[in-house]
């Protein structure tokens, strides 16, 4: 598969690669203001940040540590439960520490509302919550989100770290999939 044929798989780009580093330096920007002289911990959620907290981090001027965690959310199909298994843990030790969550997206926002809690329970100074993008759902459950990228719309998107079946987390781009993808 050549790189062009990812692209080709979109009916519809919602962020240009011009857009998500437009985002990300925003976020950056807010992040390293407020930040500054904390030496903060970014917790990227595994694996669909990973492009988030690759750019976010680089595009910051302070220092930061950066550690993983990988979740997975019991549910029927594409909506998650809240109901979280900790698949691979953090290596850092919470208590102290300025922490700040870094997500793709948040859809019902259950997940991240377990993971806030469960982080808050580690006796860290703070947790605050950084996304890439948020749908409408999100706003319906009492999660307290300080940094958000780009609000969108209800659609199941892609690209940037965000997948369908474990494709297109490449893409520099965010879209929607084209209909032939899905049959
Ligand atoms: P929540 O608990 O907020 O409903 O679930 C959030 C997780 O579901 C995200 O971290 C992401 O992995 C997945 N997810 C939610 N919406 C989308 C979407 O539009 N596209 C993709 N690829 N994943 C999504
Ligand atoms: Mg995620
Ligand atoms: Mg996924």
Same mark, same amino acid.
């Given at each position: 598969? %050549? +790189?062009q044929?990812?692209?080709?798989?979109?009916?519809?780009?919602?962020?240009?690669?011009?857009?998500?580093? +437009?985002?990300? +330096? %925003?976020?950056?920007?807010? #992040?390293?203001?407020?930040?500054?002289?904390? $030496?903060?911990?970014?917790? &990227?959620?595994? *694996?669909? +940040?990973?492009?988030? #907290?690759?750019? @976010?981090?680089?595009a910051?001027?302070?220092?930061?540590?950066?550690?993983?965690? &990988?979740?997975?959310? !019991?549910?029927?199909?594409? *909506? =998650?439960?809240?109901?979280?298994r900790?698949?691979?843990?953090?290596?850092?030790?919470?208590?102290?520490?300025?922490?700040?969550i #870094? %997500?793709?997206?948040?859809?019902?926002?259950?997940?991240?509302?377990?993971?806030? &809690?469960?982080?808050?329970?580690r006796?860290?100074?703070?947790?605050?919550?950084?996304?890439? @993008?948020?749908?409408?759902? &999100?706003?319906?459950?009492?999660?307290? #989100? *300080?940094?958000?990228?780009?609000?969108?719309? $209800? %659609?199941?998107?892609?690209?940037?770290?965000?997948? !369908?079946?474990?494709?297109?987390?490449?893409?520099?781009?965010?879209?929607?999939?084209?209909?032939?993808?899905? =049959?």
């Open positions: 598969m %050549e +790189a044929d990812v692209q080709e798989d979109l009916s519809h780009v919602l962020l240009s690669t011009e857009e998500v580093q +437009a985002t990300i +330096a %925003e976020l950056a920007a807010k #992040v390293d203001e407020d930040y500054a002289g904390k $030496n903060p911990l970014i917790v &990227a959620v595994l *694996k669909g +940040a990973i492009m988030v #907290v690759a750019d @976010l981090t680089r910051m001027s302070s220092h930061v540590d950066v550690d993983f965690m &990988a979740v997975s959310s !019991y549910g029927s199909g594409t *909506k =998650s439960s809240g109901v979280v900790i698949v691979k843990d953090l290596d850092t030790d919470l208590t102290g520490r300025h922490v700040l #870094v %997500e793709d997206i948040i859809d019902s926002g259950l997940t991240l509302s377990w993971l806030k &809690a469960n982080l808050e329970s006796n860290p100074a703070s947790v605050e919550i950084c996304t890439f @993008l948020r749908k409408p759902d &999100a706003m319906k459950v009492d999660i307290d #989100v *300080k940094y958000v990228g780009r609000d969108i719309p $209800n %659609e199941f998107v892609v690209g940037y770290g965000l997948d !369908y079946a474990e494709k297109y987390r490449n893409l520099d781009c965010v879209g929607t999939l084209a209909p032939h993808v899905y =049959s």
